[in-house]
């Protein structure tokens, strides 16, 4: 049995055209490909608790896996 482990990131888009593909293309779940760089921050959270976060920000590339990939069972053909 393969184990897998999901990692989620935030990932913030400013370039106005790649900003447009990612609102029409990534959706929950998706795996995709970000060229960019890792900004690391802090934030307050609702209890007042110091949290930590990092977001990648997307620079030239952002590549969309496939939507027939994401309902495929064998993502090695994607």
């Not at 802090?42 to 997307?58: F, G, L, P, S």
């Amino acid at each position: 049995d393969i184990s897998q482990k999901t990692t989620w990131h935030r990932i913030s888009v400013f370039r106005p055209g790649l900003r447009d593909v990612a609102y029409q293309y990534v959706k929950k779940g998706a795996r995709i490909f970000v060229e960019g760089k890792v900004d690391y921050g802090e934030y307050m959270d609702k209890n007042n608790v110091r949290r930590q976060a990092t977001t990648i920000i997307a620079g030239k590339k952002l590549v969309v896996e496939s939507i027939s990939c994401l309902s495929s069972l064998k993502s090695s053909a994607c």
